[in-house]
C-alpha cells in the first residue's frame, strides 16, 4: 500500500510540472456524452461535473442517433468497479472515433468527490468522463423507470443504449463480455 501511495504521488508530482489548462465544458447532458480526450495522454484537468437523479434519467433515455452509450455506475471504494475499469479503458482507445460514448458515474459520497473521485479520474485518465451523482438522492423510482433489472441493491452496474436496444450488466465484467456486450450492438 505504501509503495502505491508513493507511486501515486510521484506520479502526481511529474505530471503536476506539465500540466495543460484544458477544460471542456460537461453540461450538455441531454444529447451526448462526456467525449473521450483526442491525445493519447490522459486529460489531467478534473472538472467536477454532478447530476441529479433527473438529469441522469434524460441522460439514460433513448437518443435518435447511431451512438451507443456506456454508462458504468461505480463507487472508488468497489473493489470489482476498480478491477473492471481496465477493461472499460481499453476498449475507450479501440473504439477511439467510433460512435461509442462511455461515462462512468460515481456513487461515492459527496465528501469524497474532492479526494478520492478526483484522483481517480486523473490517475486513470477519465477528468472527462466522470460524473458524480449523490446517491442519497436516489428514490426507488429511479431504478424502475430507467432499469429492467437493477434496484440499486449493488455496484458495479453498467448500463448499455443504441436507440431502443439495451443491455444491463450486474456485477463487474471481464474483458471478454464487455467486448461481446459492445459487439451485440453492431
Known amino acids: 500500500m505504501k509503495k502505491l501511495v508513493l507511486a501515486v504521488g510521484l506520479l502526481a508530482a511529474i505530471c503536476s510540472c506539465n500540466k495543460k489548462e484544458t477544460v471542456v465544458d460537461n453540461t450538455d447532458f441531454a444529447t451526448d456524452s462526456v467525449t473521450v480526450p483526442e491525445t493519447n495522454e490522459p486529460a489531467l484537468i478534473y472538472k467536477a461535473v454532478e447530476y441529479s ?19 458504468n455506475f461505480f463507487a472508488t471504494w468497489c473493489a470489482p468497479c476498480m478491477r473492471e475499469i481496465p477493461h472499460f479503458k481499453e476498449k475507450m482507445q479501440e473504439l477511439k472515433g467510433q460512435p461509442v460514448k462511455f461515462t462512468f458515474i460515481s456513487l461515492d459520497q459527496k465528501t469524497d468527490w474532492p479526494t478520492d473521485v478526483k484522483n481517480f ?5 477519465l477528468t472527462q468522463n466522470v460524473v458524480l451523482l449523490d446517491g442519497s438522492l436516489l428514490q426507488p423510482d429511479f431504478f424502475s423507470t430507467n432499469f429492467k433489472n437493477w434496484d440499486g441493491s449493488g455496484i458495479p452496474f453498467t448500463f448499455m443504449r443504441k436507440r431502443g436496444q439495451t443491455d444491463e450488466y450486474m456485477s463487474m465484467m471481464t474483458k471478454e463480455q ?4 459492445i459487439d451485440s450492438f453492431k
Not at 437523479?53 to 454508462?71: H, M
Open 53 to 71: 437523479p433527473a438529469q441522469i434519467s434524460d441522460f439514460l433515455a433513448e437518443k435518435d442517433n447511431d451512438t451507443l452509450y456506456v454508462t
Open 121 to 125: 479520474a486523473e490517475i486513470n485518465g
Open 178 to 181: 464487455l467486448d461481446a456486450k
